[in-house]
């Protein structure tokens, strides 16, 4: 699998591993499913939501290799 970054739209992250909203929902990003998903990067949601970045990428890329 491709290595998620910062920069990914977070339905991109989704559509290569739905299983992925977990971490999201662990970090606090309870909005994969409203429209910022489709218009937010990882980066924005993040600093929206006042979540470490660098934790949630780390996460996601750890349960992605799974």
Sequence with gaps: MEKITE???IFEVL???PELETIFMNHGLTCVGCPGSNT???RQA???HAV???RLLEDLNKA???
Excluded: P, Q, V
């Design 7 to 9: 920069d990914m739209m």
């Design 15 to 17: 559509d290569l591993n």
């Design 64 to 66: 992605d290799e799974l």
């Design 46 to 48: 993040a600093e929206g």
């Design 40 to 42: 937010e990067n990882i």
């Design 52 to 54: 470490d970045l660098a």
